[in-house]
């Protein structure tokens, strides 16, 4: 089992469309999270940290729950410019830290 | 402010040729990441430096892949011979500290023909 999964999707959706993605983790000491984009044939670049209480950035909703071990990215009024891979990222401390990335959701927003 | 800079951005080698990758993190980054990306995955880490030390390197092969960061500041990552398998996207990474945000470079498309 992967330590951090994702759906690859694609999840094709129109414009103006409220679209929801989870990540699941399965190391209990996973202790920061995170979303990434990333844009076809781009680097990763943050999009916003994952905290416990959840977190909002915009059209941007974040959310944890370690209880059950995973995180959703809730993203409202779906733009054209979101289409991309968004990443599940967990960093776990054990003996270090160690980051681990998802394989990436993808998402495709048409007119 | 600079991003992470990484040379070369393209290079195309055939098996068994040696390749170098080189990275200069944000100044002031004292934390240095190097990642492959294969088609359709998520980075997956192959070393990461505290300053000059490299503190996890659990991931990299060690039969073929060599890195360094003599001074602190930018580093090569090194395939010495490169396989077909090694094709895939080299990126580098730099932090103020291992659960701050990472600023990823640009990325280096390695081809082994």
């Known amino acids: 089992r992967k330590e951090v999964e994702q759906d690859p999707g694609p999840f094709n959706v129109p414009e103006g469309a409220t679209v929801a993605f989870n990540c699941t983790y399965s190391?209990?000491?996973?202790?920061?999270f995170f979303w990434y984009r990333q844009d076809c044939r781009k680097e990763p670049k943050l999009l916003m940290s994952?905290?416990?209480s959840g977190n909002e950035d915009g059209r941007f909703t974040a959310q944890l729950n370690r209880a059950s071990q995973y995180i959703s990215l809730l993203i409202r009024d779906s733009k054209l410019s979101d289409s991309a891979t968004y990443l599940c990222?967990?960093?776990?401390?054990?003996?270090?830290?160690?980051?681990?990335f998802g394989s990436g959701t993808r998402l495709l927003v048409r007119p | 402010e600079a991003g992470v800079v990484q040379s070369p951005r393209y290079k195309i080698i055939e098996k068994k040729q040696p390749v170098a990758f080189w990275c200069n993190p944000i100044?002031?980054?004292?934390?240095l990441y190097w990642y492959l990306q294969n088609l359709g995955q998520g980075p997956e880490l192959l070393i990461r430096?505290?300053?000059?030390?490299?503190?996890?390197d659990s991931q990299l092969p060690k039969d073929r892949f060599s890195a360094e960061r003599l001074k602190g500041v930018d580093s090569t990552l090194k395939i010495q011979p490169a396989e077909l398998g090694d094709s895939a996207v080299y990126l580098c990474?730099?932090?103020?500290?291992?659960?701050?945000?990472?600023?990823f470079g640009p990325g280096t498309r390695l081809t082994v023909l």
């Open positions: 990474a730099s932090s103020t500290g291992v659960v701050n945000e990472q600023f």
């Open positions: 190391n209990s000491a996973s202790q920061s």
């Open positions: 994952v905290y416990s």
């Open positions: 990222v967990v960093n776990i401390r054990d003996s270090s830290y160690k980051l681990i």
């Open positions: 100044s002031g980054h004292n934390t």
């Open positions: 430096y505290e300053n000059e030390e490299a503190v996890d």
